[in-house]
């Protein structure tokens, strides 16, 4: 099948499409949440291919006798439209799934690593102000105006 994906007797191991859309969702939501994790600008920096390169060996180890592992409706798309058949009319679901598994990581994300208070540029600009003035004064004040 030239690696391409598939459920029923196209799966590896012949998992059924319930599966197939369940496991590629699942999986495309723990990549893009690893992703959007590790790429954060809190996150500590020089790490991130470590975070995303083991989660994506987890991935694969799981989900290639599923469904041959899609996560990316682009890695699915050409081995498809090369091997024709079963792959092609499969298709839709390692577009839909992924895409959806993508969506919620990205929601789920927004809502858990939302910042506590939320800072307005004029704001922040006050506060960088503040900052020089301190290291130049070498004193901080005890007041600051919010």
Not at 7 to 15: N, Q
Not at 32 to 50: C, E, I, K, N, Q
Not at 77 to 83: I, N, S
């Amino acid at each position: 099948g030239l690696g391409s994906n598939g459920y029923g007797a196209a799966s590896p191991e012949g998992y059924g499409g319930g599966a197939a859309f369940l496991t590629e969702v699942a999986l495309t939501f723990l990549l893009v949440l690893t992703v959007l994790g590790a790429t954060d600008s809190r996150a500590p920096v020089g790490f991130a291919g470590l975070a995303i390169g083991l989660v994506l060996t987890l991935i694969h180890l799981v989900g290639i006798p599923i469904t041959n592992t899609s996560v990316n409706p682009a890695r699915s798309l050409g081995p498809a439209l090369f091997a024709g058949g079963d792959a092609l009319r499969q298709l839709w679901l390692f577009i839909v799934a992924p895409l959806l598994g993508a969506a919620f990581a990205s929601a789920v994300y927004r809502l858990v690593a939302r910042p506590a208070v939320q800072i307005t540029a004029a704001r922040a600009e006050q506060a960088l102000d503040e900052e020089r003035r301190e290291r130049v004064t070498g004193r901080r004040d005890i007041e600051r105006p919010v």
